[in-house]
């Protein structure tokens, strides 16, 4: 498990194939995460990794796919051990859609260079002052982004029908890439873990900012099982009986997420019953705590936490 002095890139393993590809060894060291860094730092750096989106990807795919490649080899440290293509895949999709925002520079890179010459071509032409001569890069790309986003339609520049905009052809891709993780499911427990974590607010908690005091973190262990079971990699190396209430439980962990054993539950609906009601706190809401009167005729069933001035679905 990595800890806080590990340099998550691990940038010199691929500089002899970043200066290979002719780009100026300081021009990557906006990607070098050193030091005193958390794995959460690893989320928001492949975006980063563009690599020189005005340089066609046909120039720049072997750094690309070097990039990746560190960046996977830096997952499998982090989750302590190799994953599956498929959660590999799982892992470079957006979290909005059950990833960890880990997206591929190969794949990306085509959108990547189109967008770039698009929004420098009025730059251009006010520099060289006359139209400058078709770049021989374009249709090339085209071709290679139709190929990411599942977009065989997609022949020149004039077919694509989404804004030229890094954020709309990414789009596309992830969407793209997301049907394809979902073709791809080993196991119907793959496919069930997909959708369920790109529901809406799923990946919320990959999103949130560390913080001890406001009790928003995970200690590094407890990351590493999280991950495990957001990408569909086994926790264990097989099933074995529960220690808690004996029944079998899975490697990968979804036993372990419902079991009842030893007041397991109670004491987890608990928990999510306090953090609701000292958030609600927090807010200055005035939440009142074991109120009657939850099923009509029954006093005896109270709210765990109750906000008074909430009306259908706002205060
Ligand atoms: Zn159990």
Known sequence: MPHRSTRLLRVGFWRPAIEAEGIPWSATQRWRLSGGVHPFALLPCPPQGLLHPSRPPSHIQRTAAEFDRAIRCTLETIVGGPVSHWSWLKASLPCSRGGLNLRSVLRHSPAAFLVSTSVTKSLVLQILASPPDPSPHITPTVSRLATEAARPDWKCLDDIDVPLWQKCLSHVVDEACFQQLLDSAPTCRSRALALSS?????????????????????????????????LGVPLHSSSYPCPECHLTADAYGDHQVGCGGDRDRISRHNAVCDAIHAAAQSAALAPSKETPGLLPGSP????QSMLEPWTSDRL
């Open 300 to 303: 005896g069933r109270h709210f």
């Open 198 to 230: 790109s529901l809406p607010h799923a990946g919320d908690w990959l999103n949130i900012i560390p913080s001890t005091t406001l009790g928003l973190h995970l200690h590094d262990r407890e990351f590493q099982c999280c991950l495990r079971y957001w």
